[in-house]
Each structure stands twice: as structure tokens, then as C-alpha cells.
T-cell receptor, first 109, second 113 residues
Framework: GQNIDQPTEMTATEGAIVQINCTYQ??????LFWYQQHAGEAPTFLSY??LDGLEEKGRFSSFLSRSKGYSYLLLKELQMKDSASYLCASRDSNYQLIWGAGTKLIIKP | ETGVTQTPRHLVMGMTNKKSLKCEQH?????MYWYKQSAKKPLELMFV???????ENNSVPSRFSPECPNSSHLFLHLHTLQPEDSALYLCASSPEGDTGELFFGEGSRLTVL
């Protein structure tokens, strides 16, 4: 079966760094996506990885290892506004997105 | 503002009611989606429309009926729902049907009594 695993909840301190991990098992692979969803708001696209390695976009970076079925989202210089849920999704051979249940990130002062 | 607008934002209905959720996108996209989001569960894809044609129907009960009159509008008609259908219903759009970069609306929070 197809499956995405990510931690349910994480807590970090303002100004620090946090890494949110995601492991995936899908039928084929056509990319790994990260979305951010603030409470009561729409999910918004953060990043896309299809090749191994690190993609950096400002304070946020996303890493992919296809051989390990593993990705992480790295958030640096955490700000209170980064408190949100982070959704990992893998696109399978049929170009369907398979979603994780999301990681709720709590930032403390 | 994501360019995708959903109404109503909140809806409470009885099990015998009939209601509709509306989604409108102002992005010029050709694909539109309905997702169900329940607490602590992955997003569930319900329906996909690509160029107004339904291309996916992921075994959704017939009490949910989609309608896509044009590439900018999408409806989800609801009738004789069950309490377990209470959830956040998200609409999304994308330039094409096979992209992973989706543009979501803020959702319609549905409560079935």
C-alpha cells in the first residue's frame, strides 16, 4: 500500500532550527511536496523535490533521498508565524498526490 | 488570498438536508479538485476535474455529487449526509491535472448533526 509517515507534533523555540521528517512508500515516484497550513487557513505550497539533494528557499530548505524514501523540511531562524501544520505529499506513478497527516509545529518564545 | 474562494466557510446541516458547497478560482487554471480534511488524517482526494471533465472519483459515496459548469467554478452537492461526513472540505486548482502544485481555498467547515 501507499503510505506517508511524518511526526504528529513538534515543538521548537523561536530563533532555533527545526527539521520535520517524512518517509514515503508510493507506487512509483514523481516528486515530493511540502505544504504549510496555518490554523483555519488554506494549505500553501512550500517546496518540490524530484531529484536527490537539498533545495533551499530562504529560511526553508527541503531535502530528498529517493533511495531511502525520505525527505525533510528544514526551517531556520524560526519565527512565531512559522507555527502551522506542515504537510508532506508524494506524487505516485499515476501523478496522484499521496498525503501525510501533517506535522503540527508549535513555536515557543 | 490564494485566488481560490470557497463559500460558505461554515455549514451546519441535518442528515436529511440538501446543501451545496461552491468554489471559484480566479487563476485561469484548468484543473479543479475537491478534498476532504479530517482532524489528524491525510487529505483525501474526492474528485478531480480537468478541462471541465471529471477524471477522478475516488470511491466517494453518492451522497456527494460534484458539478463543474466551467473551468472556474466547482460545486459539491450534499444530500442525506452522515455525521462522519463532518470535516473541512477543501477546493483546489492547478494549471494542469498532473501537477503537484495546488492552490487551495480556505475550505468549508461542514458539521452534520
Amino acid at each position: 500500500g501507499q503510505n506517508i509517515d511524518q511526526p504528529t507534533e513538534m515543538t521548537a523555540t523561536e530563533g532555533a532550527i527545526v527539521q520535520i521528517n517524512c518517509t514515503y512508500q508510493t507506487s512509483g515516484f514523481n516528486g515530493l511536496f511540502w505544504y504549510q497550513q496555518h490554523a483555519g487557513e488554506a494549505p500553501t505550497f512550500l517546496s518540490y523535490n524530484v531529484l536527490d539533494g537539498l533545495e533551499e528557499k530562504g529560511r526553508f530548505s527541503s531535502f530528498l533521498s529517493r533511495s531511502k524514501g525520505y525527505s525533510y523540511l528544514l526551517l531556520k531562524e524560526l519565527q512565531m508565524k512559522d507555527s502551522a501544520s506542515y504537510l508532506c505529499a508524494s506524487r505516485d506513478s499515476n501523478y496522484q498526490l499521496i498525503w501525510g497527516a501533517g506535522t503540527k509545529l508549535i513555536i515557543k518564545p | 488570498e490564494t485566488g481560490v474562494t470557497q463559500t460558505p466557510r461554515h455549514l451546519v446541516m441535518g442528515m436529511t438536508n440538501k446543501k451545496s458547497l461552491k468554489c471559484e478560482q480566479h487563476l485561469g487554471h484548468n484543473a479543479m479538485y475537491w478534498y476532504k480534511q479530517s482532524a489528524k488524517k491525510p487529505l483525501e482526494l474526492m474528485f478531480v476535474y480537468n478541462f471541465k471533465e471529471q477524471t477522478e472519483n475516488n470511491s466517494v459515496p453518492s451522497r456527494f455529487s460534484p458539478e463543474c459548469p466551467n473551468s472556474s467554478h466547482l460545486f459539491l452537492h450534499l444530500h442525506t449526509l452522515q455525521p462522519e461526513d463532518s470535516a473541512l472540505y477543501l477546493c483546489a486548482s492547478s494549471p494542469e491535472g498532473d501537477t503537484g502544485e495546488l492552490f487551495f481555498g480556505e475550505g468549508s467547515r461542514l458539521t452534520v448533526l
